[in-house]
């Protein structure tokens, strides 16, 4: 069991940094017939690449969409921000403790129309993953959400949030500073907003700290994200006290966006460019514009109180239990 995209995808990186190489040789070759013959063995390794990666890409299992929505080059919040949105300002601090830089949020504008943007950000390198706790956010985090939130409310601004987190922050500072309650009171403020919501599970959604900012009248899901109760090492870890049998998990959780939309969790599954968003993020941010701008205009035309009752009764639709019968 491969522990890590890295791992999973080492033959096809190999082969990609063949290819890199062999263009640099190909552009620097003075010779044209010894330049056709370098650009031909290039094509051939992309024609194998290709079909390494159709092949891979086709017969994905559970745990094999886990190591993909965790890859390290795949688009975070920001690098959407960044392609999708102009004129974005970041907003810091909960105004009660402190900042937390798992979450950024803050106005800008969607296509000339002003909107609140909030999503959990990675890190790319070892500074900014621990700067940023791997996109765990504390209470803090939760609580600056709120606040803009409410902001979005008082100016009449749609909220467009981007899920990707393993999950809360489990530590012993967040528990004592209310991680729990600060979560609820997101969701609860969600709950509350009578402008339009639309949430994209982007890479990793993961327990409450995912639901924290996805409650949302629409939620889109990218095609190899992840979304689920818990993140399989630690549901392996509390059934069989073995972190190593998260494949295993995975698999009992159900956590792929297949799994998602049957289960009502979802309302759409965003299809991904060959090989991933990582591979081609200009494709995967065009298509998360395309729902975006249909989900705006969609909640944009309806009346605060039809778009509070809509996301109040999407949620409360999810996990309905029948009885059984007595015969």
Same mark, same amino acid.
């Given at each position: 069991? &491969?522990?890590?995209?890295?791992?999973?995808?080492?033959?096809?990186?190999?082969?990609?940094?063949?290819?890199?190489?062999?263009?640099?040789?190909?552009?620097?070759?003075?010779?044209?017939?010894?330049?056709?013959?370098?650009?031909?063995?290039?094509?051939?390794?992309?024609?194998?690449?290709?079909?390494?990666?159709?092949?891979?890409?086709?017969?994905?299992?559970?745990?094999?969409?886990?190591?993909? &929505?965790?890859?390290?080059?795949?688009?975070?919040?920001?690098?959407?921000?960044?392609?999708?949105?102009?004129?974005?300002?970041?907003?810091?601090?909960? /105004?009660?403790?402190?900042?937390?830089?798992?979450?950024?949020?803050?106005?800008?504008?969607?296509?000339?129309?002003?909107?609140?943007?909030?999503?959990?950000?990675?890190?790319?390198?070892?500074?900014?993953?621990?700067?940023?706790?791997?996109?765990?956010?504390?209470?803090?985090?939760?609580?600056?959400?709120?606040?803009?939130?409410?902001?979005?409310?008082?100016?009449?601004?749609?909220?467009?949030?981007?899920?990707?987190?393993?999950?809360?922050?489990?530590?012993?500072? !967040?528990?004592? /500073?209310?991680?729990?309650?600060?979560?609820?009171?997101?969701?609860?403020?969600?709950?509350?907003?009578?402008?339009?919501?639309?949430?994209?599970?982007?890479?990793?959604?993961?327990?409450?700290?995912?639901?924290?900012?996805?409650?949302?009248?629409?939620?889109?899901?990218?095609?190899?994200?992840?979304? !689920?109760?818990?993140?399989?090492?630690?549901?392996?870890?509390?059934?069989?006290?073995?972190?190593?049998?998260?494949?295993?998990?995975? &698999?009992?959780?159900?956590?792929?966006?297949?799994?998602?939309?049957?289960?009502?969790?979802?309302?759409?599954?965003?299809?991904?460019?060959?090989?991933?968003?990582?591979?081609?993020?200009?494709?995967?941010?065009?298509?998360?514009?395309?729902?975006?701008?249909?989900?705006?205009?969609?909640?944009?035309?309806?009346?605060?109180?039809?778009?509070?009752?809509?996301?109040? &009764?999407?949620?409360?639709?999810?996990?309905?239990?029948?009885?059984?019968?007595? !015969?």
């Amino acid at each position: 069991m &491969a522990k890590s995209w890295k791992e999973w995808e080492k033959p096809v990186l190999e082969l990609e940094d063949t290819i890199k190489k062999m263009k640099s040789l190909v552009d620097a070759e003075p010779d044209p017939v010894r330049r056709k013959e370098l650009a031909d063995r290039v094509a051939d390794y992309e024609r194998r690449r290709d079909a390494y990666l159709q092949t891979r890409y086709s017969r994905l299992g559970p745990w094999e969409q886990v190591l993909i &929505a965790r890859a390290e080059p795949r688009p975070y919040t920001l690098d959407y921000i960044n392609a999708l949105f102009n004129d974005f300002v970041e907003l810091q601090g909960d /105004r009660k403790f402190g900042a937390d830089h798992a979450i950024v949020g803050g106005p800008a504008l969607f296509e000339d129309q002003p909107v609140m943007v909030v999503g959990h950000q990675k890190g790319r390198t070892i500074q900014e993953r621990t700067q940023r706790n791997f996109a765990m956010a504390k209470p803090e985090g939760y609580r600056k959400a709120i606040r803009l939130f409410e902001m979005a409310e008082r100016f009449a601004m749609p909220v467009i949030t981007f899920v990707d987190t393993p999950a809360a922050d489990p530590g012993v500072e !967040s528990e004592s /500073r209310g991680i729990s309650e600060a979560i609820a009171a997101s969701m609860l403020a969600m709950f509350e907003l009578t402008v339009p919501v639309l949430s994209v599970v982007i890479g990793e959604g993961g327990s409450g700290g995912a639901i924290g900012i996805a409650v949302a009248n629409r939620v889109f899901m990218q095609e190899h994200a992840v979304y !689920s109760v818990i993140p399989p090492e630690g549901c392996a870890a509390i059934l069989w006290r073995a972190p190593e049998k998260g494949a295993q998990a995975a &698999a009992a959780l159900q956590l792929t966006s297949d799994s998602a939309l049957r289960f009502g969790l979802v309302d759409q599954i965003l299809p991904e460019p060959f090989g991933g968003a990582h591979r081609d993020p200009s494709e995967a941010a065009k298509t998360i514009r395309e729902v975006l701008r249909a989900g705006l205009a969609e909640f944009g035309a309806m009346s605060p109180e039809a778009r509070k009752a809509q996301r109040a &009764a999407r949620f409360r639709s999810m996990g309905e239990v029948l009885a059984a019968s007595n !015969s």
